[in-house]
């Protein structure tokens, strides 16, 4: 059964398209790759499925609850956990509060602390009380996770999850995300085409705001369609 | 010691140290710590809105005249016993507040400033245009006899310390456990990021909403002791003087800090008091005072206490 079903989403800017009738359907427990060249509507369509951005036509359909009109903080309680692109942690507060203020929407209060300390662990945090603006922006991407984690999502969306990390925290990004895929269902909005081939089961590809095909990895990459798209007509 | 053990003492301590203020302070202090205590009330029912939402209001002394008049012309005109009245203040800081929150929170930043100074402009405008209940500019007095609460004459200084140090530790005592419960801690996500606030499930506009109207119900409360404390009830409670004080003694004492509102409103209050001693110009050094402090303490001085040594101030 498809855990997401978005249907037709369009969103015009000034008249142009940043997003065309993109249709996609996420089976529960897949990690769904996103990838595109840069202004392929990536961050629009994802905005609209978060409910960061109203589209101006088309249906988004959580688990088989149409959640279109839903403001963004209620999809976020139905299941829907979004990471930042650009790290937004609470840069001010302490690791354990950013991790807390994600999880109280989610769980009874009791249930908080015991959760946080399983987000953190399950990152490699070992700091609770350090300020997040302090860590590393290696670890505020850790953190950023650790936040989504904490809410036990249904759909994880990791939006450019890997950007500004070096190489060996993207092989650790990796392996986290192998062992989450386990438990929940992931978009991964990503650049890096390592990560994707590594850990999406499957990929769209979007272009000019349009799925130009959606496949595993391997055809993807065999795909001429997608090369151009990416290299340039040929 | 535990962050828990040291808030408690800190905030406990100054609790119980006002208190023993009202044995020892000489008369004019005496008089002088009782307004304090009122108008620092105001200041924390403020710091809920500005310190831990972020939202700059230029209209709370709406909220605070609401809180007065409620009181007063339930006394004056409805010929209400101090009890009932000062529900009644209470209730209309909380009212208006509610109500104008629905309306300004639409806005935000600039235009929130503008909308919230606008209508506190309109409440003020209201009261001297409905000059034959209010008396407008000029005010009322409220008679003695109105002022015995549960027997107790609160026209006697003694008694409206007493009962000023109650209003200010409850509102203190409010405003602490406010901040540290995960509602007050979602005040302060909604301050330092709205956006990432929002994608965590948080409905920001209710609680926007919901953090106005406990800074105005503390408002209102402030405004109605003050009427029932002090015995009189004026429009220029209302003026926008008394949106901006708020403001100023919040950034003194630090913005964001349980213990700021009270700091700030003490020390602004004494640095107009000696500084009046000294010259007529006392604004000027009142104004370099301030102008330092902006300077070297931007936090205000219990942020800066925070900063530099106390990190688990709440």
Redesign the interface.
């Known amino acids: 059964m498809s855990l997401l079903n978005v249907r037709g989403l369009t969103k015009l800017y000034d008249g142009v398209r940043a997003v065309a009738e993109v249709s996609l359907d996420i089976p529960q427990g897949e990690v769904r790759a996103l990838i595109g060249p840069n202004g392929a509507g990536k961050t629009t369509l994802v905005g609209m499925i978060a409910g960061r951005i109203t589209p101006d036509a088309g249906q988004v359909v959580l688990a088989g609850q149409d959640i279109t009109r839903l403001p963004a903080h209620r999809r976020t309680r139905l299941g829907m956990a979004y990471t930042f692109q650009i790290t937004s942690v609470f840069a001010r507060l302490p690791v354990a509060e950013n991790v807390a203020l994600a999880a109280r929407p989610h769980m009874p209060r009791a249930d908080v602390p015991g959760a946080v300390q399983a987000a953190l662990a399950r990152v490699g945090l070992t700091d609770p009380s350090a300020r997040a603006g302090d860590l590393s922006y290696g670890h505020q991407r850790l953190l950023e996770i650790a936040m989504g984690i904490v809410q036990a999502p249904r759909l994880l969306i990791l939006d450019e999850p890997t950007q500004g990390l070096s190489e060996g925290e993207i092989d650790g990004f990796k392996a986290l995300v192998c062992d989450l895929a386990a438990q929940t269902t992931i978009l991964l909005i990503e650049h890096n085409m390592d990560v994707v081939m590594a850990l999406a089961d499957r990929v769209t590809v979007l272009n000019a705001g349009e799925v130009l095909m959606t496949g595993t990895p391997a055809e993807v990459r065999a795909d001429p369609g997608v090369q151009s798209a990416y290299l340039g007509a040929p | 010691m535990s962050g828990a053990a040291r808030i408690t003492l800190l905030h406990g301590g100054l609790i119980a140290a006002l208190l023993a203020l009202h044995f020892v302070l000489p008369v004019y202090h005496h008089g002088n710590m009782a307004r304090i205590m009122v108008l620092a009330s105001y200041a924390v029912g403020y710091n809920i809105v500005f310190g831990y939402t972020g939202l700059l209001s230029l209209g709370h002394a709406l909220f605070f005249a609401a809180g007065m008049y409620g009181m007063g012309l339930a006394v004056q005109h409805l010929g209400m016993g101090p009890g009932a009245a000062l529900a009644i203040g209470v209730a209309a800081g909380a009212l208006i507040a509610g109500a104008l929150g629905l309306l300004a929170l639409r806005t935000t930043g600039v235009a929130f400033m503008i909308v919230t100074l606008m209508f506190a402009q309109a409440g003020y405008l209201a009261i001297l245009y409905f000059g034959d209940w209010t008396r407008g500019d000029e005010g009322f007095v409220i008679a003695r006899a109105s002022r015995v609460l549960w027997g107790i004459d609160l026209s006697d200084p003694g008694n409206r310390y007493l009962a000023a140090w109650a209003l200010f530790s409850a509102a203190l005592l409010a405003s602490l456990w406010l901040v540290r419960a995960?509602f007050g801690?979602?005040l302060?996500?909604i301050r330092?990021?709205e956006?990432?606030?929002?994608?965590?499930?948080?409905?920001?506009f209710r609680l926007k909403w919901a953090a106005m109207v406990v800074s105005g119900t503390i408002s209102g409360a402030a405004g109605a002791a003050y009427a029932l404390l002090f015995g009189y009830a004026g429009a220029s409670f209302a003026a926008v003087e008394y949106s901006i004080l708020p403001l100023l003694w919040v950034l003194l004492g630090g913005a964001g800090t349980v213990l700021g509102p009270f700091v700030g409103t003490l020390f602004m209050f004494y640095l107009i008091d000696l500084s009046s001693g000294i010259t007529t110009a006392y604004m000027l050094i009142a104004g370099v005072v301030l102008v330092l402090l902006t300077l070297f303490a931007p936090q205000g001085l219990m942020g800066e206490l925070r900063r530099r040594f106390w990190g688990w101030l709440p």
């Open positions: 995960p801690r979602s302060i996500a330092e990021n956006a990432r606030t929002v994608m965590l499930g948080y409905d920001t």
